[in-house]
C-alpha cells in the first residue's frame, strides 16, 4: 500500500489541542474523585479546586482554538471542518470512506464540530456553577450562592460532560481503526504535524470525477 504525506497541523493547532485533551482528562478524574467523597471536607473540595482550575485551562485552550480557527493557516481554519462537499456525497453514495481532501475525516468533521458546540456550552456551564458553589471565578460576582439555578445547571453540565466521554471513547477507537486496520499512523499526526493518507489510485480518481 502506497501512502502520501503532508505537514498539515500547526504548532499552536497541536498545543491547543494537548491543552484540551489534558485538562478534559483531569476535569473527569478530578470530578469522579470529588464525587467519590460524599462527606464535605477538605479532601472533597480539594477535588472540586483542581476540577475548576481545569476548567479554567480547558476553556483558555477552547477560546484560543476557536481564535485560531478564524485567524490561522488553512487547515486550521473552521472552514476546513465544514466539509458540505463530502457530506452531500456520503447522503447519495452511503461510502463511509469518501474521497476527501488533506485533514479530517468528513465523519470526523461533524463529531468535531459537535465537540466544540459542547464544549462552549460546557465551559459557560461549569463557569456559573463554579461561582454558584465555591464563589470562584469570572461569574462568581453575579451568581455566587444563586442556588435556584444549581440544578438545572448541574443536570446540563452532566449531560455534556457524558456527551464529552463518549466523544472521547469514538476519537480513541476511531485512532485505534487507523492505526491497526487502515495501517495509517495516524495518532503520531499531533506530535509531528504530518498527516498521512492512502495515495490514491487512478480508479479511485475516475469513480470521483464521476461522482462530482
Given at each position: 500500500?502506497?501512502?502520501?504525506?503532508?505537514?498539515?497541523?500547526?504548532?499552536?493547532?497541536?498545543?491547543?489541542?494537548?491543552?484540551?485533551?489534558?485538562?478534559?482528562?483531569?476535569?473527569?478524574?478530578?470530578?469522579?474523585?470529588?464525587?467519590?467523597?460524599?462527606?464535605?471536607?477538605?479532601?472533597?473540595?480539594?477535588?472540586?479546586?483542581?476540577?475548576?482550575?481545569?476548567?479554567?485551562?480547558?476553556?483558555?485552550?477552547?477560546?484560543?482554538?476557536?481564535?485560531?480557527?478564524?485567524?490561522?493557516?488553512?487547515?486550521?481554519?473552521?472552514?476546513?471542518?465544514?466539509?458540505?462537499?463530502?457530506?452531500?456525497?456520503?447522503?447519495?453514495?452511503?461510502?463511509?470512506?469518501?474521497p476527501w481532501d488533506w485533514g479530517h475525516h468528513p465523519l470526523a468533521a461533524i463529531a468535531y464540530i459537535v465537540f466544540y458546540f459542547v464544549s462552549v456550552f460546557i465551559s459557560l456551564s461549569g463557569l456559573i456553577l463554579a461561582g454558584i458553589e465555591h464563589n470562584l471565578g469570572p461569574?462568581?460576582?453575579?451568581?455566587?450562592?444563586?442556588?435556584?439555578?444549581?440544578?438545572?445547571?448541574?443536570?446540563?453540565?452532566?449531560?455534556?460532560?457524558?456527551?464529552?466521554?463518549?466523544?472521547?471513547?469514538?476519537?480513541?477507537?476511531?485512532?485505534?481503526?487507523?492505526?491497526?486496520?487502515?495501517?495509517?499512523?495516524?495518532?503520531?499526526?499531533?506530535?509531528?504535524?504530518?498527516?498521512?493518507?492512502?495515495?490514491?489510485?487512478?480508479?479511485?480518481?475516475?469513480?470521483?470525477?464521476?461522482?462530482?
Amino acid at each position: 500500500m502506497k501512502v502520501e504525506r503532508k505537514k498539515i497541523y500547526d504548532l499552536l493547532l497541536r498545543l491547543s489541542h494537548f491543552g484540551i485533551a489534558f485538562s478534559t482528562l483531569l476535569l473527569i478524574i478530578s470530578a469522579y474523585t470529588a464525587n467519590y467523597f460524599w462527606e464535605e471536607g477538605l479532601i472533597r473540595k480539594s477535588f472540586w479546586v483542581v476540577h475548576i482550575f481545569s476548567g479554567y485551562a480547558f476553556s483558555l485552550c477552547l477560546v484560543a482554538r476557536i481564535l485560531w480557527g478564524l485567524v490561522g493557516p488553512e487547515h486550521a481554519r473552521w472552514s476546513k471542518l465544514w466539509k458540505w462537499k463530502e457530506w452531500m456525497q456520503f447522503l447519495k453514495s452511503k461510502n463511509f470512506n469518501p474521497p476527501w481532501d488533506w485533514g479530517h475525516h468528513p465523519l470526523a468533521a461533524i463529531a468535531y464540530i459537535v465537540f466544540y458546540f459542547v464544549s462552549v456550552f460546557i465551559s459557560l456551564s461549569g463557569l456559573i456553577l463554579a461561582g454558584i458553589e465555591h464563589n470562584l471565578g469570572p461569574f462568581a460576582p453575579a451568581f455566587y450562592d444563586h442556588l435556584l439555578y444549581k440544578k438545572d445547571l448541574l443536570e446540563i453540565h452532566e449531560t455534556l460532560s457524558l456527551m464529552i466521554i463518549i466523544f472521547i471513547f469514538a476519537h480513541i477507537l476511531t485512532l485505534y481503526w487507523h492505526e491497526k486496520i487502515d495501517k495509517i499512523p495516524t495518532i503520531q499526526s499531533m506530535f509531528s504535524g504530518f498527516q498521512y493518507k492512502r495515495k490514491k489510485s487512478k480508479e479511485d480518481e475516475n469513480e470521483n470525477s464521476k461522482n462530482n
